[in-house]
Nanobody
Framework: VVQLVESGGGSVQAGGSLTLSCVASGDLGDSRCMGWFRQAPSKRREGVAAISTSKGRPIYADSVKGRFTISQDNANNTVYLQIDNLKPDDTATYYC????????????????WGQGTQVTVSS
């Protein structure tokens, strides 16, 4: 089991930037896919980015390409999500998730989840 703890959310004005962090602990396995998801009120949860702890190779949802950057610090078991040029539509609870994998990452079917961190963007 992988435990995940997110941090870094907050209230930001449109146009600003924010970096979310996710620290993984527990049985980390040899390789994982680490993903970021978001869910706005009354909307479906959306996968926005993922990265392989062994291969890197970040992937992004089309809706966030160019503004979101996923990165990692494997020495500290931490994954980051930098969000630039924030928009009110980015307002959501952001979740970190993981699954064991040696292969390319995907943006669905993650068994391990954090509690989420709230991002609120005002216009």
């Amino acid at each position: 089991v992988v435990q995940l703890v997110e941090s870094g959310g907050g209230s930001v004005q449109a146009g600003g930037s924010l970096t979310l962090s996710c620290v993984a602990s527990g049985d980390l396995g040899d390789s994982r896919c680490m993903g970021w998801f978001r869910q706005a009120p009354s909307k479906r949860r959306e996968g926005v980015a993922a990265i392989s702890t062994s291969k890197g190779r970040p992937i992004y949802a089309d809706s966030v390409k160019g503004r979101f950057t996923i990165s990692q610090d494997n020495a500290n078991n931490t994954v980051y999500l930098q969000i630039d040029n924030l928009k009110p539509d980015d307002t959501a609870t952001y979740y970190c998730a993981a699954y064991y994998s040696m292969g390319p990452c995907r943006l669905n079917l993650y068994p391990f989840w954090g509690q989420g961190t709230q991002v609120t963007v005002s216009s």
